[in-house]
């Protein structure tokens, strides 16, 4: 079983940066495919970014945000820069173990506000 907590959240204005953490419970973190997802209010749950040996990202934020993670703190990161009011959302860590698409283990999300 896997617990995570995100943190990081916050209000701020367009153009600005907020990095978002993610602790994750468990002795075999670096086993873990761990990934972030948003949801806006009255639209669906989408893929952000997500890491395991390599990382990729949703075409909406490449460019803008990088995803991390720190195996010794048992943590993953977002850093998000250039945020736009479109990235105003509740983000997600989430964490399988190995590689796929599909994920197992969910945190309760931060919420993100970026102002016009």
């Known amino acids: 079983q896997v617990q995570l907590v995100e943190s990081g959240g916050g209000l701020v204005q367009a153009g600005d940066s907020l990095r978002l953490s993610c602790a994750a419970s468990?002795?075999?973190?670096?086993?873990?495919?761990m990934a972030w997802f948003r949801q806006a209010p009255g639209k669906e749950r989408e893929f952000v970014a997500a890491?395991?040996?390599?990382?990729n990202y949703a075409d909406s934020v490449k460019g803008r945000f990088t995803i991390s993670r720190d195996s010794a703190k048992n943590s993953v990161y977002l850093q998000m820069n250039s945020l736009k009011p479109e990235d105003t959302a509740l983000y997600y860590c989430a964490a399988r173990l190995g590689d796929g698409s599909t994920y197992d283990y969910w945190g309760q999300g931060t919420q993100v506000t970026v102002s016009s």
């Open positions: 890491m395991l040996w390599s990382r």
């Open positions: 468990g002795r075999t973190f670096s086993a873990y495919k």
